[in-house]
């Protein structure tokens, strides 16, 4: 009977021990949340900074929407967080967190928030012109960041299907996400963009390097940071690559130095040989003066220019060395250490020069008359006419 009694005890002593066991202890977090942490998604991007009395500010954008300076709290208790913001858009669950790397957040349904920890923000860093030559459809795109919060960006854009120029919007940058402003046309809303980023200083031989990453098309383009304003004096370079697109025109091939021409049927690939064939060499004597030469037949054929410098906006006035020709307008832009010269030309830049060069051997082979105005003008129209559409990118290298 008394085994049987200290049985039941025994038994009670274990029931009471399992009711009574202890909370589990969880480690306060608070500390370790504070600083910068951005989350990006195709539909969901967000900055969230956390400061160390718990107070939080959210910039982001969800589905087009957008918002910054949204002021909150932040409170973690045993092993949730709750969140709470001015405009009511608050969250409470679990949460995990790897402290300096990353933290994750859970709703009831299931879905999950992963937020990186931003160590540096670039929003100085960004700061200038960058380019790069892999883009959408394989395009040139050119990005400007200004001190005062515009940018501008010269490239092929998929949501309007058509090819910018200098398009302008406004920009802000948080930790390491980029919130661009597309200012939409009269009528209709401005729309947004984030992008991720990653800096580089000096990240390759050609100086800094940023890499933008856009959920949408889960694609990463590389740029490479450019002066704004050219060093010309005594650069020569000699070419390297061309990128071609958005070539439209008539079924029609021209004669051009060694070698013809159809635009119905243009690739990067033909320009590219083209021109490596010439060995094609661009120079500047002075800052005002403009120096391309090749090679034709065996000779090597030259011609200068006069040009205006605007930033990275040159005007090649061709028409101070003959009124025949026309001035062409291209964009310019180098590398850091000026080991680099890249040439970016829409379509009525790349007529003009396509037909100044038509004009020039034209005339240095007697088979047009420099006072023939008529005929002169018809060589610019048949280009013209054999054009629809082209955005030309030259890549040169400084001349050995």
Same mark, same amino acid.
């Given at each position: ?67 910054? !300076?949204?002021?909150?709290? %932040? ?88 090819? %910018? ?207 023939? !105005?008529?005929?002169?003008?018809? %060589? ?21």
């Amino acid at each position: 009977m008394k085994k049987l009694l200290l049985m039941f005890a025994v038994v009670g002593m274990l029931f009471t021990a399992c009711n009574n066991e202890p909370e589990h202890i969880y480690d306060d977090h608070s500390a370790d949340l504070v600083g910068t942490w951005t989350c990006i998604t195709e539909n969901y991007a967000e900055a969230l900074i956390i400061n160390a009395d718990g107070t939080a500010v959210s910039y982001g954008v969800e589905d087009g929407e957008y918002w910054e !300076n949204v002021r909150g709290t %932040v409170v973690v208790k045993e092993g949730n967080i709750t969140m709470t913001f001015e405009d009511n858009d608050n969250f409470t669950g679990h949460f995990d967190i790897i402290p300096g790397k990353s933290f994750s957040l859970y709703e009831d349904s299931g879905e999950r928030y992963i937020y990186q920890y931003c160590a540096n923000d670039l929003s100085d860093e960004i700061v200038g012109m960058w380019v790069c030559n892999d883009g959408i459809e394989n395009d040139m795109a050119i990005n400007t960041f200004a001190e005062n919060g515009k940018s501008y960006i010269t490239t092929f854009l998929a949501d309007e299907n058509d090819y %910018v120029l200098n398009k302008e919007g406004d920009y802000k940058v948080v930790g390491n996400l980029l919130i661009k402003t597309v200012k939409g046309d009269s009528g209709t809303s401005d729309s947004y963009i984030v992008i991720g980023l990653d800096y580089m200083p000096n990240g390759t031989e050609l100086g800094d390097i940023m890499t933008m990453y856009l959920p949408a098309y889960e694609a990463k383009t590389t740029f490479l940071r450019i002066k704004q304003n050219l060093e010309l004096p005594g650069t020569k370079y000699d070419y390297i690559k061309t990128f071609v697109t958005n070539v439209k025109g008539e079924d029609k091939d021209i004669p051009f130095l060694n070698t013809s021409f159809n635009f119905a049927k243009m690739d990067g690939s033909i320009i590219d040989k083209f021109l490596k064939s010439i060995l094609f060499t661009v120079e500047f004597p002075e800052a005002d003066k403009i120096k391309y030469s090749y090679l034709l037949e065996g000779n090597n054929v030259v011609m200068e220019a006069p040009i205006l410098v605007d930033g990275n906006k040159m005007t090649i006035k061709m028409s101070a060395n003959n009124p025949a020709y026309q001035d062409v307008d291209l964009y310019a832009f180098q590398d850091q250490d000026n080991t680099q010269m890249h040439w970016y030309m829409p379509t009525t830049s790349f007529e003009k020069f396509f037909a100044n060069t038509s004009l020039a051997l034209m005339l240095g082979y007697g088979q047009l008359d420099k006072d023939d !105005n008529e005929a002169i003008a018809g %060589v610019f129209k048949t280009i013209a006419d054999a054009v629809e559409s082209i955005n030309l990118s030259i890549v040169m290298t400084k001349a050995k």
